[in-house]
């Protein structure tokens, strides 16, 4: 089956990557294992990580990639397989799954989207920096451990206490 994405060279997009049984947390656990495979998956087939964020059971990130190449599939498929040989085998898996030979650790699909405009990214990396927050694993965005919020705040583009007012706590980030 062929999946609609928007495959744009250069283009700027925001993921959603989930674990198959959310109720695992296995991404931070294996945090360690998981930026090794994005580090190594990134020195093969470079891309520039705007924002990330982990938390236990899924991922979001705004990558772009380089200039001629729109081949997001391609690096998400390698990460995926490097964090799941690096995973004790112990998951469950599906019939459909043990007939392919897959592991259980991953979601199939995951959620991509184009980034449209300054304004679009600027909401994204929001909702990528408050997620840690609304899903209830923290009180403030700085307190996120795998959150790119730290390197925001490090250079400059956001104050530590961003996201602490009322107005922040609403969670209007995202696509409207």
């Not at 190594?40 to 979001?60: E, G, M, N, T």
């Not at 909401?123 to 927050?133: E, G, K, L, S, T």
């Not at 795998?146 to 925001?152: A, D, F, P, T």
Request: aromatic share 14%.
């Amino acid at each position: 089956m062929r999946y609609r994405r928007a495959n744009v060279k250069g283009g700027t997009y925001f993921f959603t990557v989930n674990l198959a049984e959310r109720h695992l947390c296995l991404l931070t656990k294996y945090v360690d294992a998981l930026r090794e495979a994005v580090r190594s998956v990134k020195q093969r087939h470079p891309f520039y990580i705007d924002a990330f964020v982990v938390l236990p059971d899924h991922l979001h990130a705004i990558w772009t990639l380089p200039e001629q190449d729109a081949d997001f599939a391609t690096r998400w498929m390698l990460i995926k397989a490097q964090f799941s040989r690096r995973m004790p085998k112990n998951e469950h898996r599906s019939t459909s799954r043990k007939k392919k030979g897959e592991r259980g650790i991953w979601q199939r699909r995951y959620w991509e989207h184009m980034i449209r405009n300054d304004n679009d990214y600027a909401r994204h990396v929001d909702y990528i920096h408050f997620n840690p927050v609304k899903h209830g694993y923290v009180d403030h965005a700085v307190d996120g451990a795998w959150s790119s919020i730290h390197r925001y705040i490090a250079a400059g583009v956001i104050l530590p206490d961003w996201g602490w007012s009322d107005e922040t706590k609403t969670g209007e980030y995202g696509e409207r």
